[in-house]
């Protein structure tokens, strides 16, 4: 969303149609429609529609078409879409490219898809598909929870990318301060305050507007945005040589949350990774929502409404 509003492939106002499912041409034999690649979104295996929807809608449902056409475009139509080398630019802007630098051993870092990565891995060219799976964070693309983490909380503050730190002071036995760990700020990202406001209020619709699928996740007192995940994969047993897919055919999928509050001013950022836990909304939302009711009531409680007569 952010990389699609600020290269000016959509802006504020536009709207994509979701009529249902894509069938994306085979590009060796673009007439012949038993060749095309079926893409769906999770709303039409309900029977939904989502019909047109602008970004802040897009991303508060979600809807997967939506995010498959500014990333990839649509051949046909000749649809401008960010295509690999913009993908991949704001990927490794928000952070993915690489380890966070946090203050403990052993992280990991994952290289971001781009169409030369996919030449040297696997000696093919890089296609309109490869980019409509990582406009919704499916295919090549691989992440951390903290990756994750980082780049939400780079959406709550206004788009500063941050190094996550485990140790905020040093004091001695006495409660002297020896050390004081500054927040650091690894880049600011290339996007217009008008832009990244139309991505938060997206996280915040998903929370508390009527149809988003982030409902669960609200706090009496207390204004959150967040985002759910529903990943796709494939779970490789030798035996079988084949991905585990349940009997409607269906991969299994893991579970995810990411929130921040209070939204006019953010305190705290969660995120809920559930190894093959199923739908984000239903399994991790409630554990990012525990976490937030514990903040806001122990840690940094709200204040009590004023009442007057």
Known sequence: ASAA?????????????????????????????????????WNHKLGIVHG?????????????????????????????????????KWTNLYGYGDTTGIDLPGEVGVVVPNDQWKRQLYAESWTTGDSYNMGIGQGYVLATPLQVLVSAAAVANGGKVMQPQVVYQITDANAGLQHDFTPK?????????ENMQLVQQGMWTAVNGDFGTSVAARIPGVTLAGKTGTAEYCEYIPEE???????????????????YGPFEDPEIAVVAFIYNGGEGSATAIPVVRKVMETYFTEISPRPEPVVTE
């Open 5 to 41: 509003l600020q290269e000016g492939i959509i802006d504020g106002g536009s709207k994509i149609v979701d009529s249902g499912p894509i069938a994306l041409p085979n590009r060796f034999a673009p007439n012949d429609p038993t060749l095309a690649q079926r893409f769906v979104s």
């Open 52 to 88: 047109p929807i602008d970004v802040v809608q897009a991303l508060a449902l979600p809807n997967d078409i939506f995010f498959y056409l500014i990333a990839g475009g649509y051949p046909p139509t000749q649809s401008p879409g960010l295509g690999p080398k913009l993908l991949s």
């Open 185 to 193: 700020v690894v880049r600011e990202l290339p996007i217009s305050p």
């Open 241 to 259: 040589q084949d991905c585990l897919r349940d009997e409607k055919d269906n991969l299994p999928t893991h579970a995810w949350y990411v929130g």
